[in-house]
């Protein structure tokens, strides 16, 4: 029952903890542990509800912690296939370095202006550092280069 994932980011001024597996299941703080704790009660109160109404609990997805093969199909409308094929030939490269660097740079943006978080495993091998939460069975890193995103892992 405590296998969900969670993802702890800055909005504005508060930090907030969402539960993907859990639609509409957030905690909020100013700090990431004060989100954390709002965010286990808003958890144990969901999954009650859900537990109540479904006699079963949801499935974790592990988001977060699968792995992920780096390829996907895209579908498109013919005429803009045509145009970013265009403009990778007239910049000199492929259009799936095209397309990929043009994903990168809007998530990038994105990921500035905190309005989309991703989160980075535990296992992560760039430079981090660790700190406890509230609870001992919740280890957050941070990514030094990256302050606004935590990842938690339930260490039980």
């Not at 286990?40 to 109160?45: G, N, P, S, T, V």
């Not at 006699?55 to 780096?70: M, R």
């Not at 978080?117 to 535990?122: C, D, I, L, P």
Request: glycine letters at 6%; proline letters at 3%.
């Amino acid at each position: 029952m405590n296998n969900y994932e969670c993802r702890v980011f800055k909005y504005g001024d508060d930090w907030v903890c969402e539960y993907p597996d859990l639609e509409g299941c957030i905690g909020i703080g100013a700090t990431p542990e004060e989100a954390v704790s709002d965010g286990e009660e808003a958890k144990a109160l969901w999954l009650k509800d859900y537990y109540e109404d479904n006699q079963s609990y949801p499935e974790s997805l592990d988001t977060y912690s699968k792995d992920y093969s780096g390829k996907f199909n895209l579908r498109l409308q013919p005429s803009l296939h045509r145009e970013l094929a265009i403009y990778a030939k007239s910049e000199g490269v492929s259009l799936n370095a095209l397309c990929s660097q043009l994903l990168a740079y809007s998530l990038g943006r994105k990921q500035a202006s905190n309005t989309i978080t991703v989160n980075v495993k535990a296992s992560h091998n760039r430079d981090e550092h660790e700190k406890s939460v509230s609870d001992d069975s919740w280890t957050t890193k941070s990514l030094k280069s990256e302050p606004n995103i935590i990842s938690l892992v339930n260490a039980s």
